[in-house]
């Protein structure tokens, strides 16, 4: 299916609601014969025009338009039209193709609109099911406290571990392998113990508040327990963590996490971990290159509570090859049944960088939707859903959603996924988000690989300096106030 626009200045919505209905779109260099599978989008001078040749047949709109026209907005919206028509495909969140929908519902309500205004806006203006704008609404509500938490000063710190057991086939991020690696994990700690120390002092040079750890990766827990040890050690360091509000570590693969490493986390001050089955099916574990199995991660489960943890969370995705309803049913079921104190349910993307793509794999065919749907059976053992957020090329445009048991609200996710405050990253891999008052936001990189992180590590130190920059110009340094 190729995608042909003439005559509009920019094209980029228009292809992305075309891609609601055919994820696997390319763009045409030319105008597609008349034989083939197409969808094409044209602006005139007195005229707009959208039309699409497809397995499901074949049809066109036109419609005159004025100076006074949103040109943009109604391509777009003749566009979902008529491939909702002939495709008979309703997209849940409608022709939206923004990832944070709660944080658009929280702006529009700053901007002074009302509910019924908000009404109009989502469920009229982009054709968003009430059932996803009552579930934003609810998010955005049970938010509230935690948007409350931040100020201008407040930053978190992400620090990054990007090695794995494996490579699971959905998986995009940039992560070595232990097999492929283990020369490189002892001199990459080093670099990172750093970088821990440099970014602790920017924070006590600027007066800012740090509010949350996150230690992701990969699989932190892939490195030995005595790197874990040095790098946790350093982290208790370099922070003040008994002001931290929240400190989490991901444990999230149960082949290279044991009793040791879990108690390693809970010694050194973490205050919340996450295991991530992903499924509860030994075939679908298998199918996605994971190598243990479902009893492995109710083992680890087991031990994180025998050493401790008291704030787990558990990741499931909806969609997985070779899953079905009535499989991701009985994994949610089985979560569920160990009471952690979150549970996050992704809906599966199909990433460019992640193996089902390069390998050329088939969107699966499972009804996604009907996977999530039961969710909605966590709200009977008293999870709430606190975050949401959607990304390029998820299944049948759907979302990534938090729940949490009360008082167990994932700070660090909110933060970040409602960019609520700065984000500094730590590690290979990593995005520095700055963040000012007002909204305004930069970024700042960190090399991708772990190998041009430790060969290069002295160009860190060089990155960080626009960290001072920022804060020099957004922000008195001089005082708590706001410059």
Known sequence: MEFFARGLSSTYEAEHVARLFFPRLTMAKRRPGKSS??????QTKQWLWCAVRCPQGKAFQKQRYTSETDVEYEVCRMLFSLLRDVTGNTPLWGMLTGVRPVRLLHDLRKKGMSDEQLDDFFLRRHFVLPEKLALAKEIEQNQAPVRAMTTPRSVSVYISIPFCPSRCSYCSFVS????????????????LLLEIAQTAKLIETLHLKLETIY????????????QLR???QAVKDQFDLSKVREY????GRPDCTDEEKLGIIYELGATRISINPQTLSDRVLAAIGRRHTAQDILDCFAAARRVGHRNINMDLIAGLPQDTVKGFE???????????????????????????VIDGAESPEADVARMLEACAALAEQDYAPYYLYRQKGTLQNLENTGYCKPGFTGLYNVFIMEELHTILSVGAGGSTKLVAPGGHIERIFNFKYPTEYVNDFARITEKKEGVNAFYGKYFNLDSETVG
């Open 330 to 356: 009985e994994s949610l079921r089985g979560v569920a049944a160990l009471q952690p104190e979150n549970i996050t349910v992704h809906t599966l993307t199909m990433k460019r960088a992640s193996n089902l």
């Open 230 to 232: 040095r790098v946790m």
């Open 248 to 251: 989490t570590v991901e444990a």
């Open 37 to 42: 599978e197409a969808v094409w989008v044209t």
């Open 176 to 191: 070595r392998t232990t097999e492929q690696s283990r020369a490189l994990m002892e001199p990459y700690v080093d670099c």
């Open 215 to 226: 230690i992701g990766g990969g699989t932190p827990t892939a490195i030995t327990a005595a």
